[in-house]
């Protein structure tokens, strides 16, 4: 029986590695501020709910440049060892993982465009740059605004807690791959200095 020697590892470019960890760090940047921000001093919240939205405008770019960088570097396949139905189901993770990285900060955009004191709280990245609101929903007459208001908030929420659980299983997953099944996976998207994939 031949013993199988492990081949190179194929690796994500160095950009999609980059914007990998850039978006993971600020997306947990915004799910400790949106658990907590209810708990911080009166004067806080606002600058805290205002960092929250930066930061999701921000991932939201960042996403699409992710997105467009994958389409034209394709990502390193996975190794020949995995099974199947494991790699289908990583497939299937991945396309899942962008469209709710991409819902939820399109969801709070929608979300805060029917905000009913938007008129008193201006839209500003990290307070610098002005942002705008989207019209056909902030030009609604108030009370389907408020329903459109709470409608996009619950869509929010609820595709946090499904990114939550996902965003769970995708770092199970590659432990499980990197230390049990004994494949470099977490090598594949470290930030190295010759990409591969």
Do not use: C
Request: aromatic share 10%.
């Amino acid at each position: 029986m031949t013993s199988l020697k492990p081949g190179p590892i194929r690796r994500y470019t160095r950009v999609a590695s980059i914007l990998h960890w850039v978006v993971a760090a600020l997306i947990a940047i915004n799910v400790a501020l949106g658990l907590t921000a209810e708990l911080f001093p009166e004067d806080w919240i606002r600058p805290a709910i205002d960092l929250h939205k930066s930061i999701g405008l921000t991932v939201l770019g960042l996403a699409l440049l992710r997105i467009l960088w994958r389409l034209s570097h394709p990502a390193p396949p996975l190794p020949g060892t995995y099974p199947r139905l494991e790699k289908i189901a990583a497939h299937a993770a991945h396309i899942l993982l962008y469209a709710l990285i991409l819902m939820l900060p399109v969801s709070g955009w929608l979300h805060d465009s029917a905000f009913k004191d938007a008129a008193s709280h201006p839209l500003q990245l990290f307070w610098v740059i002005p942002w705008f609101r989207i019209g056909a929903i902030a030009s609604l007459d108030p009370v389907a605004k408020e329903a459109m208001h709470s409608r996009f908030y619950a869509v929010h929420v609820w595709s946090a807690y499904v990114l939550y659980g996902l965003v769970a299983l995708h770092i199970l997953g590659a432990l499980k791959h990197q230390f049990i099944d004994g494949e470099p996976e977490l090598q594949r998207m470290r930030i190295g200095r010759l990409p591969t994939g």
